[in-house]
């Protein structure tokens, strides 16, 4: 079931949002070889902390820290610990804060150094899927338009999109219904209706889309190795169109 939310719910989820996107400003400058995640996931602790919120992952299904770290092959949820960031490493950084009942959710991809020309295409090819995807939030489409928009795009240059993992209503639960796939058909799934708030975060790999789960039970790496991108965004559908809710001013 979808919850629809108020306008006032919206600015609720805004303020959650804002802290967690000036979180990832806070550690995108800070943001060096030799930090561990687990040094980076403090400063970000703290920060949301002073800000009045709380960090939606700690204790969520078991999670032990305050954000997701995910670094080159990892995609998604890679728990911060003991490993120290290098020159060249492609940092998802995912980020979701709790505060007045509601809860905002973004992640953005940090190109540590200097990498290659191939891992730069992958991450502004990851950034400008999520652009492409936002206008298409608005009454009338279907959630399906989202998940084409950006696989059309993707492909198109030479990248794939995990299929495993999706974006999702958010609100007063980090996950609500609806999914959302970052792949798809025109015109399928559900149509949008004002007062949605979902995530668009498309995670974008440089081979297969395929991915397994490590040992430790949450982090996801790429089956083959190779790099994965990741960005995402909280929207809200609005009479006025998509409302990106997870900006830092
Ligand atoms: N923030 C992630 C998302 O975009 C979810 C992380 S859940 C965790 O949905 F438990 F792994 F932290
Ligand atoms: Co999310
Ligand atoms: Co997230």
């Known amino acids: ?34 930090l561990t995640t687990e040094q980076v996931d403090r400063l970000g602790h703290q920060f949301i902390l ?4 709380v960090p939606s992952t700690l204790g969520y299904r078991g999670y032990p820290k ?3 770290i995910s670094i080159n092959d990892e995609v998604v949820h890679g728990i911060p610990g003991k490993r120290r960031i290098q020159d060249g490493d492609v940092v ?21 150094g200097t990498a290659p020309d191939e891992a730069h295409r992958l991450v502004e090819a990851t950034r400008k899927s999520l652009e492409l995807a936002i206008p298409i939030v608005r009454e009338g489409n279907w959630l399906g338009d989202i998940g ?6 993707i492909e198109a240059q030479g990248f794939s999109v995990v299929r495993n993992f999706v974006g999702h209503g958010i609100g ?24 949605m708030v979902f995530t668009i ?27 994965s991108a990741q960005f995402e965004h909280t929207i809200a559908v609005t009479k006025d169109g998509p409302d990106v809710l997870t900006l830092s001013d």
Request: glycine share 10%.
């Open 201 to 227: 975060e498309p995670m974008i790999n440089e081979g297969t889309w395929e991915v397994k789960i490590l040992k430790d039970g949450w982090t996801a790496v790429t089956r083959d190795g190779k790099l």
């Open 50 to 53: 002073d800000n009045g919120g």
């Open 92 to 112: 998802k950084v995912d980020v979701t804060v709790y505060k007045n009942g509601f809860h905002g959710d973004t992640a953005r991809t940090f190109i540590v």
């Open 172 to 195: 007063r639960e980090f996950h609500e219904d609806p999914q959302v796939p970052h792949y798809g058909r025109r015109h399928s799934g559900r149509k949008l209706e004002m007062g």
């Open 66 to 68: 305050s954000m997701c």
């Open 1 to 34: 079931m979808i919850h629809i939310k108020t306008l006032e719910d919206i600015e609720w989820i805004r303020e959650s949002g804002r802290i967690a996107a000036r979180t990832l400003d806070l550690i995108e400058k800070r943001l060096e070889p030799g």
């Open 148 to 153: 084409a928009t950006i696989q059309e795009y």
